[in-house]
């Protein structure tokens, strides 16, 4: 038998509260579903557009991710000398020897987040031609200066031009923000290797980023360095690398969605 749809009016008409709590309590779990799998979706957007499909990171071998690579001074040089690294109009290696650390600056609106500081050198935006400084300067070498990625400069204290950041038991100063047409860059803070190098991880870069010369290939490439007695490294292509990073972070907010959602949606049947 057919229940009449004034019947079903009329229920709602009669528990008002109770009808708008139901849907009220459906609209929080599709909410929270959908912001979820927009913030893996952005955030693997983002990484996406890190790097250049001509560039080539190398990280210690076994390495899986920066944070766990260590590459000393001299096999830096040594990477710098081989033949498939593209050079510059003045004719140096197009090479950037880099740091990697995690900061936990705090929040404007109250918290602190995950940021990473990546020492870098002048060479750095010669390699990664997007990467470039849209208020106040760049920092020089040799001085505890900083310049802040944009999309981080406005939800963090201390991020201003002018400001000053401390952390490694220095105060760094921030002289400027630059962007990097909406790439992961753009959530760094970034300063000189040399100057990160003593206070945070030693005598030893994190990675080494350098362009491929013309007509060379990432197989040789890979080939070439990775069978090299001197150096222990593994080669990848860096847009592909930094792709790869987003997607353990993508599933694991993937899965949250769907457990967060599971038990707000048992909550809305109640």
Do not use: C
């Amino acid at each position: 038998m057919k229940i009449p749809l004034i019947y079903n009016l009329r229920s709602i008409l009669r528990r008002p509260a109770s009808t708008a709590m139901t849907a009220v309590s459906i609209g929080l779990v599709v909410a929270v579903f959908v912001a979820m799998l927009a913030l893996a979706t952005g955030f693997r957007a983002a990484l996406a557009k890190t790097g250049s499909p001509d560039n080539v990171i190398v990280l210690r071998q076994g390495a899986n991710d920066e944070l766990s690579s260590g590459i000393s001074r001299e096999t830096a040089r040594i990477i710098a000398s081989f033949p498939h690294v593209a050079a510059g109009d003045d004719g140096r290696p197009l090479v950037s020897p880099e740091i990697y650390v995690l900061l936990n600056p705090d929040r404007k609106t109250g918290g602190f987040g995950n940021v990473v500081a990546r020492g870098v050198d002048d060479r750095a935006f010669d390699v990664r031609q997007g990467v470039r400084v849209v208020a106040g300067r760049t920092f020089n070498r040799g001085a505890s200066e900083v310049i802040i990625g944009r999309r981080i400069a406005e939800r963090f204290v201390n991020m201003d031009i002018g400001d000053s950041l401390e952390f490694g038991g220095r105060k760094w100063a921030v002289v400027g923000h630059f962007a990097s047409d909406g790439s992961g860059f753009e959530s760094e803070v970034w300063g000189e290797n040399e100057q990160f190098m003593p206070v945070f991880r030693g005598q030893v870069y994190q990675s080494v980023i350098f362009r491929l010369a013309p007509g060379a290939t990432l197989d040789e490439v890979k080939r070439a360095m990775e069978t090299d007695p001197r150096i222990q490294v593994s080669v990848r292509d860096e847009q592909d690398f930094y792709t790869s990073q987003s997607g353990i972070l993508s599933t694991t907010l993937q899965v949250m969605a769907v457990f967060i959602s599971a038990i707000m949606s048992i909550g809305a049947i109640f």
